[in-house]
Nanobody, 123 residues
Framework: QVQLVESGGGSVQAGGSLRISCAAS????????MGWFRQAPGKSREFCAA????????YYGDSVKGRFTISRDNAKNTVYLQMSSLEPEDTAVYYC????????????????WGRGTQVTVSS
């Protein structure tokens, strides 16, 4: 029953930073593991980050590890993705996803998705 809405996307120069957010409504937010995925034109959807329902553990894809940080605030029903040292290759639509139970790396294991927010990184 949870619904997700991403926000905070935009344009940034290479080397810059950006924080995007995903607000959840409906359901019980604290029951869901949350993930961030991205999809660039002509490419498949790629795992970026995930966080457990409690916020106790986080996981990252190799391409963003060390540059991106996922976090959540269960009191605000919101999950965040802090992106730093951005590169043109990070340009994509970024999607928030929710999954009951443990985190997962595969997009097909997440049942609920937001509409996405565009992030564009220029050189």
């Amino acid at each position: 029953q949870v619904q997700l809405v991403e926000s905070g996307g935009g344009s940034v120069q290479a080397g810059g930073s950006l924080r995007i957010s995903c607000a959840a409504s409906g359901g019980t937010f604290s029951n869901y593991a949350m993930g961030w995925f991205r999809q660039a034109p002509g490419k498949s959807r790629e795992f970026c980050a995930a966080i457990t329902s409690s916020g106790g553990r986080d996981y990252y894809g190799d391409s963003v590890k060390g540059r991106f940080t996922i976090s959540r605030d269960n009191a605000k029903n919101t999950v965040y993705l802090q992106m730093s040292s951005l590169e043109p290759e990070d340009t994509a639509v970024y999607y928030c996803a929710a999954r009951a139970g443990p985190v997962a790396y595969s997009s097909n294991l997440y049942a609920t998705w937001g509409r996405g927010t565009q992030v564009t990184v220029s050189s």
